[in-house]
């Protein structure tokens, strides 16, 4: 099991001290969300900065880029780490796509199925020189040397994609290299969605499922002390409610025992009561879709929850001060070898 640190992209002259710490303490790899700032720019420092640690965007948005510039740049970036770059890919929501970056959102699902197959077309492009996908939405024939970036020496980058409902995960098995789990994907809706349907989606392609890597992040609630642990679950807390306040995602707390938590959210967040969201989630949320442990113990604990099923553990709070993610190393170092 690969173990990586999950960041938000950092102001560039940061990053490279980041990525230098996260392999010094013994990570196999940096995953770069996509927020105010962009992850190609910050994966670019960083694989410059600590060559040999694994980058991947998790996730970065699709649809405001064409699928020409976004193999270009995934392209570049699995040169510069030697073959150690994905290239992960999420749709985002409509209101920030349409309303933010001015782009189309219709038919998501559909639009990413084929974006993904057009970047791993201009992948093939830019080995042959030869251009030819025409799909639902994209419709790609035309290259030439000078606008190529040419071959590398390495495999092309993997393609991921976010996957939360049934559909995107079957597609993610059909024409994906990976999985991006969402936060809130605990044991059971890893156990009743993600593996059978990535499964399926494999098996109807002719693939195998084993080839789909599952990306799955883990919040952590670790310390040695209460007062610690206590600490940390306020910030479990609040991360949990706000992923747990989008509609599409209230299924999941449904099936894990907890109805209506979503609607309850939502009502706290449309009366802008960030703390009475962050209220919603008990205790019993936290022990179901967090970790908690002290550091002796958190190994083996997430070990026992996710051995067999994650092919990267993404850890979703590690970061800190420079103690915090060396001590968080050690568990990453333990984890790769028991794993």
Request: proline share 6%; aromatic share 8%.
């Amino acid at each position: 099991m690969h173990i990586d640190v999950m960041a938000l992209p950092q102001p560039l002259g940061s990053a490279a001290e980041l990525a230098r710490n996260t392999q010094a303490a013994g990570f196999s790899g940096l995953l770069f969300t996509e927020a105010g700032r962009t992850a190609y720019l910050t994966a670019a420092v960083a694989s410059q900065a600590a060559p040999g640690l694994e980058l991947s965007t998790g996730v970065a948005v699709a649809f405001p880029r064409s699928p020409f510039v976004t193999a270009q740049s995934a392209w570049e970036l699995q040169e510069a780490t030697g073959g150690r770059f994905r290239l992960g890919l999420g749709t985002q929501v409509r209101t920030h796509v349409v309303r933010r970056y001015g782009a189309t959102f219709d038919h998501p699902g559909p639009r990413l199925r084929d974006y993904v197959l057009a970047v791993k077309a201009c992948f093939g492009a830019f080995r042959t020189g030869k251009l030819d996908h025409h799909g639902q939405f994209y419709d790609l024939d035309f290259i030439t040397p000078q606008w190529s970036p040419g071959p590398i020496e390495v495999a092309d980058p993997c393609v991921d994609i976010a996957a939360v409902g049934p559909w995107m995960l079957r597609m993610a098995g059909e024409v994906a290299d990976g999985v991006h789990v969402h936060p809130l994907g605990e044991p059971g809706y890893l156990a009743r969605h993600v593996v059978p349907k990535v499964a399926e989606g494999a098996e109807k392609a002719g693939r195998r499922p084993s080839d789909i890597a599952l990306i799955v992040p883990a919040m952590t609630i670790v310390g040695d002390t209460d007062e610690e642990r206590n600490k940390e679950r306020e910030l479990v807390r609040a991360s949990l409610s706000f992923y747990g306040s989008t509609p599409n995602y209230a299924f999941i707390w449904d099936e894990a025992g907890f109805e209506g938590t979503t609607a309850r959210i939502r009502e706290k967040q449309k009366a802008g009561d960030f703390a009475g969201m962050a209220a919603q989630i008990t205790d019993e949320h936290l022990a179901r879709f967090a970790t908690e442990s002290t550091w002796d113990g958190l190994a083996d604990k997430l070990l026992d929850k996710y051995r067999g099923t994650a092919t990267r553990l993404v850890l979703y709070n590690a970061l800190g001060d420079p103690e915090r993610l060396e001590r968080y190393g050690e568990v990453a170092q333990r984890i790769r070898a028991d794993s």
